[in-house]
Nanobody, 120 residues
Framework: QLQASGGGLVQAGGSLRLSCAAS????????MGWFRQAPGKEREPVAG????????TYADSVKGRFTISRDNVKNTVYLQMNMLKPEDTAVYYC???????????????WGQGTLVTVSS
């Protein structure tokens, strides 16, 4: 089970940190990812991280502004979002892969989503 939190309303240029807590004993062996879906658009990948945390990747649209990280003791993955833009407004989902690296489309379990709204 994946539980995402940390969404909210923020002004453009602001920051938010999303968290996703995972239950179960496979977290430390699982690649994790963050995705988002804006109104009227398809879901898109945002960031991915390997099971150890040693490898990360980002969509071009968030590169340099967002940082994905994980804590394998707390079974939690994070998405630090800085310099937010109105176009970042979306429901953000975390996802867990059955592999050590799931990017971009090898994810098996999904959280419920948390809404991020960026006002201009």
């Amino acid at each position: 089970q994946l539980q995402a939190s940390g969404g909210g309303l923020v002004q453009a240029g602001g920051s938010l940190r999303l968290s996703c807590a995972a239950s179960g004993r496979t977290f430390s062996r699982s690649g994790m990812g963050w995705f988002r879906q804006a109104p009227g658009k398809e879901r898109e990948p945002v960031a991915g991280i390997s099971s150890s945390g040693g490898l990360t990747t980002y969509a071009d649209s968030v590169k340099g502004r967002f940082t994905i990280s994980r804590d394998n003791v707390k079974n939690t993955v994070y998405l630090q979002m800085n310099m937010l833009k109105p176009e970042d407004t979306a429901v953000y989902y975390c996802a867990l892969s059955g592999r050590t690296w799931g990017w971009p489309n090898e994810y098996d379990y999904w959280g419920q989503g948390t809404l991020v709204t960026v006002s201009s």
